[in-house]
């Protein structure tokens, strides 16, 4: 996914469950070449060790939306388990590969550094920019402090065959006599951990954060946000103005200095407002009760997403004790 968005929320209360989630899911559909990038993170040559589930990131960890959650999270798939998923997934391709004699199958480890990262990004920008050491750095620009994951893709020959399920060393659905699975490792792994998916509980929450920029305190504090920017010289709109009409290009390689200027006041007349968690309180509200409303459907997605990721959980946690 672009990181380049025409508006700084927009970039960022996606990111961490639609996009990065799809991102995976076209790793294993087959959709170009097999990569790690898609959870924004650093990566590894080799599996750098397991880290505890609980110790996961739920929440921001920096800036005024530290430690904010939504009634909604508990139904979507976080940023943690997307982790826990692509970990477990790497661990099936490596494990089935070797029973074809691929040893060394190698695909870069994600970091969960990529956890904080997106919930940091989606989370912690929902309602606009929110930390103001990031601002004083990067403006309204995504943190650039995270080395480009390396792109990967399995060896060409009998590495490959096996991992796809097609070529030319695939005979009769067999690699050396010995029978694959349909769709090669990949097709395997993808089998035993389906992608999870919250179509129901996405579509909710996208449509309550759009009712809740209309809730009454939501207006007020974001009123006396564009005031409070008034009085540092800036006559805005609404905390989530379109960027590109403000001339600010989040597209640029680096922030000006008067597009730092623009975020550092935006930030602190945010922290003067308490218009992040007037915001927050506002969204908890609407989104309960949408999940009060919408209990059946809820509760039958979220049970399917549940015995998925739970598959996923336990191979990660068993993988961690070996």
Not at 95 to 123: H, L
Not at 245 to 273: F, H, M, N, R, Y
Request: hydrophobic fraction near 35%; glycine fraction near 10%; aromatic fraction near 6%.
């Amino acid at each position: 996914m672009s990181i380049a968005r025409r508006s700084d929320q927009g970039a960022s209360r996606r990111l961490a469950g639609a996009a990065s989630v799809a991102a995976l899911a076209a790793v294993l559909a087959g959709c170009g070449a097999p990569t790690t990038d898609s959870m924004a993170g650093s990566a590894t040559a080799a599996d750098p060790g397991r880290i505890a589930i609980g110790d996961l990131p739920v929440a921001p960890t920096r800036g005024l939306a530290k430690g904010l959650t939504l009634p909604l999270d508990g139904y979507t798939v976080t940023a943690a388990e997307g982790y826990v998923w692509q970990s477990s997934v790497q661990q099936q391709w490596r494990s089935c590969m070797a029973r074809y004699g691929f040893k060394d199958f190698g695909p870069p480890a994600v970091s969960e550094r990529s956890v904080a990262d997106s919930v940091n990004t989606a989370v912690g920008r929902r309602y606009g920019i929110s930390d103001i050491d990031l601002a004083r750095t990067y403006g309204y620009h995504l943190p650039n402090d995270a080395p480009e994951p390396p792109r990967w893709e399995p060896a060409a020959g009998g590495e490959s065959a096996v991992f796809t399920g097609t070529g030319v060393e695939v005979e009769g659905g067999t690699y050396k006599g010995k029978e694959i699975p349909d769709g090669g490792c990949r097709g395997e792994t993808k089998r035993l951990f389906p992608l999870p998916q919250t179509p129901e509980a996405n579509a909710i929450s996208g449509r309550i954060f759009e009712d809740s920029r209309d809730d009454a305190k939501v207006v007020g504090a974001a009123g006396k946000w564009v005031s409070c920017m008034k009085t540092k010289g800036y006559d805005r709109k609404h905390p989530l103005d379109d960027l590109d009409e403000l001339g600010i290009e989040v597209s640029s390689p680096a922030a000006t200095t008067g597009e730092i200027a623009q975020a550092v006041a935006d930030v602190e007349c945010k922290q003067q407002t308490n218009l992040v968690a007037v915001w927050n309180a506002q969204e908890r509200e609407l989104q309960e009760s949408a999940i009060n409303s919408n209990t059946e459907k809820l509760a039958a997605e979220v049970a399917v997403k549940n015995r998925e990721t739970e598959k996923v959980r336990q191979a990660y946690q068993t993988a961690g004790n070996r």
